[in-house]
């Protein structure tokens, strides 16, 4: 199975200042096909998750534009651009590419 | 509104069965791909099974292949999973979501939680 890595498991960040989360994956998500399936997603407490980006660097609908996704074979990243209070929570990265499909452990955002 | 809406959790006992249903509304539910996605208590997110769009092909990971079975009814914009032979470790909140990976689309329901206990 492929595993998914991601640093820091857990990020203190400042209202209004930058935050980056990585993602590793233990092999390439090159689809053969072409496309990347690498999934960013968003879970608030008490809450079920959310999908933020998908294939990298596409948003979903609402997402603010502050989110961004980016890398490509074996590592990623997510940036905030500027944290709000509405970020806190848990995110984890998805590889959507090999069966079965397989989640980091979690970042947990906190101001 | 896309909504997916998940029942059937509850308490049982090792070696127990339970049938979870995910009944969606809002969108063409049979064209679609459908998941479950586990998370045991204060643990992160496991995707467990996946069944296409017309019930042809399923996936399911290693720890519950022969034990759970994923199905679909689109004449009922329902999926279910068939879990059998609980274990412990199979407690948590269980969730259905539609991802498309090619696509702006991804929906999840809030969960139903299973425990497995004696």
């Known amino acids: 199975d492929v595993v998914m890595t991601q640093s820091p498991l857990s990020l203190p960040v400042t209202l209004g200042q930058p935050a980056s989360i990585s993602c590793r994956s233990s092999?390439?998500?090159?689809?053969?096909?072409?496309?990347?399936?690498l999934n960013w997603f968003l879970q608030r407490p008490g809450q079920s998750p959310r999908r933020l980006i998908y294939q990298v660097s596409n948003w979903d609908s609402g997402v603010p534009d502050r989110f961004s996704g980016s890398g490509s074979g074996t590592d990623f990243t997510l940036k905030i651009s500027r944290v709000e209070a509405e970020d806190v929570g848990v995110y984890y990265c998805?590889?959507?590419?090999?069966?079965?499909?397989?989640f980091g452990q979690g970042t947990k955002l906190e101001i | 509104e896309v909504q997916l809406v998940e029942s059937g959790g509850g308490l049982v006992q090792p070696g127990g069965s339970l049938r979870l249903s995910c009944v969606a509304s809002?969108?063409?539910?049979?064209?679609?791909?459908v998941n479950w996605v586990r998370q045991a208590p204060g643990r992160g997110l496991e995707w467990v099974a996946e069944?296409?769009?017309?019930?042809?092909?399923?996936n399911y990971v290693d720890s519950i292949k022969g034990r759970f079975t994923i199905s679909r009814d689109n004449a009922k914009q329902s999926v279910f999973l068939v879990m059998t032979s609980l274990r412990d470790d199979d407690t948590a909140v269980y969730y259905c979501?539609?991802?498309?990976?090619?696509?702006?689309?991804?929906?999840w329901g809030q969960g139903t939680l299973v425990t497995v206990s004696s």
């Open positions: 069944i296409g769009p017309d019930g042809g092909t399923k």
């Open positions: 809002g969108f063409t539910f049979g064209n679609y791909w």
């Open positions: 979501a539609t991802l498309h990976r090619n696509i702006n689309w991804a929906h």
């Open positions: 998805l590889q959507h590419t090999h069966w079965p499909y397989t």
């Open positions: 092999q390439s998500l090159v689809h053969s096909g072409g496309n990347t399936y």
